[in-house]
């Protein structure tokens, strides 16, 4: 499994990520899968509205009907979050909010300097997936 994101995107990502800290940044994935990648060729940032942003996150239910219809065309690949004082690893509520085997799980962690991981859910085990950001040019 792996998720793969052209470089110019992960650089709004980042940027949306980095915007939002100390709060917890989070997003749709919008794009296509093929076989076991999901390629992402947009991304939704969305509004935090967890009242404890700084640790957790959720979607605004009017801005999940707007990307619904925006985006039709598209298929939603996964979420995106940040995690500002963490390291990439999936909270428990994190693993609860996985609901679908198909959704790329991507966290951005800004502690210490950035990394990232993403994850699946596959049989109710959450698994790690290789994330590849390559250059369009
Ligand atoms: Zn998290």
Not at 31 to 57: C, D, V, W
Request: net charge neutral; aromatic share 10%; glycine share 4%.
């Amino acid at each position: 499994m792996q998720l793969l994101i052209p470089s110019p995107l992960w650089e709004q990502i980042l940027a949306h990520a980095k915007s939002q800290a100390p709060k917890e940044c989070c997003g749709y994935m919008l794009g296509r899968s093929e076989g076991e990648s999901n390629i992402l060729t947009h991304f939704y940032a969305m509004s935090n509205i967890h009242p404890q942003p700084k640790e957790h996150f959720s979607f605004s239910p009017a801005e999940q009907l707007k990307v619904l219809r925006e985006f039709s065309h598209l298929q939603i690949i996964g979420i995106y979050h940040s995690h500002p004082h963490s390291k990439p690893i999936p909270s428990q509520e994190d693993r609860a909010f996985m609901f679908f085997e198909t959704y790329s799980n991507l966290i951005i962690s800004l502690q210490g300097g950035i990394s990232f991981a993403s994850y699946r859910k596959i049989n109710q085990e959450v698994q790690s997936e290789s994330v590849k950001i390559y250059n369009t040019l």
